[in-house]
């Protein structure tokens, strides 16, 4: 499926996994793995059974600790080169972003500079108690374009965004937790079971209605005059159109769980 044995992806039931695996550099990433991910989350986004997809890294001390600085002699040398690094990753962020399932960052270690970028892009951020969080850039001259910051903004609001950016320091996951950057903080020894009972417990409820739900918070955070309503309404005229609407009504009356199909 990649073309790079440093990402790897795997399906679990109704859940897709997709794992950054450079434990050796703490899960840095270079351009072919930006590339091996955009390719596994497309074979995703087409699967039907798969339903919520997980991202994390591999090993216990990093999800994702940015860019790989021993390619930037290669990925980063020039003006150009610099502009194709941010053109490509910023495709794999909006990506991921943009991805038309649930996807939730399992992060235990180091998130760091391009990693806590990445973790943004999610829709839920599910962390091990001792993982670390932090933006280097300005201790090493980086600029920040705007989807990326805005993407922070969006979860954690402009003065936290600008304390993370201006100390560039390592804040513990409590700090992450109080200023909302992660949903949940579990010890590291249950992450992956937790992580994969939330994600079950997702994938069972009624595809339409979560992407529905995706679909208006994504547009609301969007200026106003650029939210698209008709695509809105469209996502929840889908729900009550379906035959899950009908399956979710029947089986509350004849109380038992619901087999959710998304159409």
Request: proline residues 3%.
């Amino acid at each position: 499926m990649t073309q790079t044995d440093k990402m790897l992806a795997r399906k679990d039931g109704a859940v897709g996994y997709v794992i950054f695996n450079n434990p050796e550099r703490h899960n840095a990433v270079s351009l072919e793995m930006w590339e091996a991910t955009s390719t596994i989350l497309a074979d995703f986004a087409k699967d039907n059974e798969i339903r919520v997809v997980v991202l994390t890294g591999a090993g216990t001390k990093a999800f994702v600790s940015g860019a790989d600085i021993s390619k930037f002699g290669s990925e980063r040398s020039s003006t150009e080169a610099v502009a194709h690094y941010n053109k490509l990753t910023e495709k794999t962020y909006s990506d991921i972003h943009e991805f038309p399932k649930p996807t939730i960052a399992m992060i235990r270690g180091y998130c760091v500079g391009g990693g806590l970028g990445l973790a943004t892009c999610c829709d839920m951020r599910i962390a091990a108690i001792g993982s670390r969080f932090a933006v280097p850039a300005a201790k090493l001259g980086l600029g920040y374009d705007y989807p990326g910051l805005k993407r922070l903004i969006d979860i954690v609001g402009g003065s936290f965004a600008k304390e993370i950016f201006f100390t560039a320091r390592q804040f513990d996951a409590e700090e992450a937790r109080v200023m909302g950057l992660i949903n949940r903080l579990v010890p590291e020894a249950e992450l992956e079971s937790f992580v994969k009972d939330y994600a079950a417990t997702i994938a069972a409820n009624a595809p339409l209605t979560i992407g529905s739900v995706k679909t208006i918070v994504g547009e609301a955070l969007k200026d106003e005059s650029a939210r698209d309503k008709a695509a809105m309404a469209e996502s929840v005229r889908r729900c009550f159109a379906s035959k899950d609407y009908i399956e979710g009504r029947t089986a509350f009356m004849e109380k038992r769980k619901p087999v959710f199909t998304g159409s």
